[in-house]
């Protein structure tokens, strides 16, 4: 792999871990998650624009793939709104990992790889790991995580179309628009013009960038190394969301919920290059 695109690949990572903790540390994620979302459709746009290139074939894809956007944004604002961002990030990204192979072998029928079989059993073991033996998560927790990894299974497994019958930046815009919007909309309509405008600040301008940015990165990225390696080296933000949840949001990230959450990126890294 190329030294610049393992570069950019892991400032992916450190971007996608550090926008997930600007949301999770506000007073309010559900709120922060919508701006973010609509500022990383908004704040882009000269770029998108100059850059746009679709075919009328991209619609399809992009509506799906918006449908799983607006839930996964739904959902990681209520998640991060009353559960620990180290839990929650390494669950939700390890488990999409798992449910995007599940559907692969389920359509193709193809068996797996013993390197495919160890990652799976890294994300098991790393995922009971970051919720505890015993529970220190809870069951609502876990499920807005399992949640939250669907949605990202099922973006996943469109955008892999999408991104074929457009740039990817515009599919970006396509797919992100009208979710972001309306997202933002709902709540600004349920919680009110001033409420939206307290939750505008830095942190949130900042976590749109974010958004938009790992995006950005990781198609930089790709355009000078495989896919397989790029994201093998992305997922490296798991471990990276986890560290950053024990030292900006004071969570109790020991040890275990530590290595679990190396063991569920080394697991992904695994299936990555299976």
Request: glycine fraction near 10%; charge should be positive.
């Amino acid at each position: 792999m190329p030294t610049v695109a393992l570069a950019l690949a892991l400032c992916a990572a450190l971007v996608h871990a550090s926008w997930n903790t600007l949301v999770a540390r506000s007073r309010d994620p559900g709120l922060a998650t919508a701006i973010a979302a609509a500022l990383s459709v908004t704040l882009p746009l000269p770029l998108v624009v100059a850059t746009w290139r679709a075919s009328a074939a991209v619609a399809g894809p992009a509506i799906v793939s918006a449908g799983f956007e607006l839930a996964y944004l739904v959902l990681l604002g209520s998640a991060y709104g009353r559960a620990q961002l180290s839990v929650i990030y390494p669950l939700a990204r390890g488990l999409a990992v798992l449910l995007v192979l599940l559907a692969a072998v389920a359509i193709s029928g193809a068996t797996g790889s013993p390197l495919a079989a160890f990652g799976v059993l890294l994300v098991a073991v790393g995922v009971v790991a970051v919720r505890g033996i015993h529970g220190t998560a809870g069951g609502l927790d876990v499920v807005l995580a399992l949640a939250i990894s669907a949605c990202i299974a099922g973006y996943t497994t469109i955008d892999k179309i999408g991104v074929t019958r457009a740039a990817p930046i515009t599919y970006y815009e396509l797919a992100m628009v009208a979710p972001s919007l309306l997202y933002v909309a709902w709540l600004g309509r349920r919680r009110g013009i001033r409420a939206v405008r307290a939750a505008l600040g830095p942190s949130t301008v900042v976590a749109g960038l974010g958004m938009f940015g790992a995006y950005a990165l990781v198609l930089a990225a790709l355009t000078m190394a495989s896919a397989a390696d790029v994201s093998a080296t992305r997922e490296t933000s798991v471990v990276i969301a986890t560290i950053m949840g024990g030292l900006f949001l004071s969570e109790p990230v020991g040890p275990r919920r530590l290595l679990g959450a190396v063991a569920v990126a080394a697991g992904i890294v695994a299936l990555a290059l299976s």
